[in-house]
């Protein structure tokens, strides 16, 4: 233990020796330098800020997003009505694909029941849906079946208590049956814009149920909207108009960079998971930090960090 003393001293005399053989004036620049740069580095984080920031999870779509045209069935495509890239209003026809009825019968009957109905739908005028001889309606056939007996059974006894009521419930049977073979069998365009080819279709060319068609692009300029979802820690401190840092899912950030928004709303209370959704406006649209502009997807997730409090590193550090 002596000896351990001993040797602590013998350094103690060492340092003293190297201390005493350094000039003063050398001894006081260095204590100058070192008293500089922890001025600078108090300095710096003075101006060096670090954001308070509450995660949330991210999706970005468009108000006017493009529609996706999808087959309702499996089957071949018997009627291609338009051409890729061709303009199109909101409802056009774009195809057909094969169904059990004759084609031509049903979208006769689908003309007769839009124009009686633009006429007022009245009861009295129902002969003017129906159609002559003997049509092949196939998934509609049961129903307008039921529904030309009705209309046989109200000329007959116009006046007898529920039968105009009789005659209306196969009447909207009629146009439910009508309406689910416009989803399985019919491809129409939902939007005014052009219509883009999945692949190069032709007719009887085979398709698969669920298999998206056609894209029909808007023609109006997209604007993006952005939604988060933020948990219920966190909605005390997010207020309108604080920035939010967004990165979207297959957008890699040191490649593409992030993109900004800022907070335009927040639901008064949260949904049925305990999420406060916050609306994101996109000032920059989808231009990312690196100046790339990204074309908005059907729908693009990713995360966002909402920036509640801009403070500096002395402050962070002091926690004031």
């Known amino acids: 233990m002596e000896e ?16 005493n053989a350094i000039p003063p004036a050398l001894l006081r620049y260095g204590i100058g330098v070192l008293l500089g740069v922890i001025f600078l580095l108090l300095l710096g984080s003075m101006f060096f800020s670090i954001p308070d920031t509450v995660e949330t999870s991210f999706t970005l779509t468009s108000d006017n997003p493009p529609a996706y045209i999808q087959a309702g069935s499996s089957g071949r495509l018997i009627y291609l009505e338009v051409n890729n890239n061709q303009s199109v209003e909101d409802g056009t026809m774009l195809g057909v694909l094969e169904n059990v009825g004759d084609t031509q019968d049903i979208l006769m009957l689908r ?5 009686w109905r633009n006429k007022g739908a009245r009861i009295e005028d129902f002969d003017e849906v129906l159609l002559r001889g003997m049509p092949r309606l196939g998934d509609v056939q049961d129903a307008y079946s039921t529904c030309q007996l009705a ?3 109200y000329l007959q006894s116009p006046y007898e208590i529920g039968m105009a009521a009789t005659m209306q419930g196969a009447v909207a049977a009629l146009q439910t049956a009508m309406s689910k073979w416009e989803s399985t069998y019919l491809l129409t365009s939902p939007i005014r814009g052009q219509v883009n080819f999945m692949q190069p279709w032709k007719p009887l060319q085979q398709v698969s149920v669920g298999e998206t068609m056609f894209v029909v692009v808007p023609q ?3 604007v993006p909207v952005g939604k988060a979802l933020l948990p219920a820690d966190g909605a005390g401190k997010v207020m309108a108009g604080q920035r939010v840092i967004i990165r979207l899912a297959g957008f890699p950030e040191q490649e593409f960079g992030y993109l900004e ?3 335009s709303s927040m639901s008064p209370v949260p949904d049925a998971d305990g999420m406060y959704v916050v609306g994101v406006s996109m ?6 930090s690196h100046g790339k502009a990204l074309s908005v997807q059907k729908v693009m997730t990713g995360s966002a960090e909402i920036v ?3 403070r500096s590193l002395i402050r962070k550090l002091l926690n004031l």
Do not use: A, C, D, F
């Open 151 to 153: 209309w046989i059974r």
């Open 308 to 310: 509640t409090r801009e």
């Open 111 to 115: 003309k007769h029941l839009r124009q």
């Open 220 to 222: 109006e300029q997209n």
């Open 261 to 263: 928004g800022k907070v």
């Open 283 to 288: 000032p920059q649209g989808v231009v990312t």
């Open 4 to 19: 351990s003393y001993k040797e602590i001293e013998l350094r103690s005399e060492e340092v003293q020796e190297v201390m």
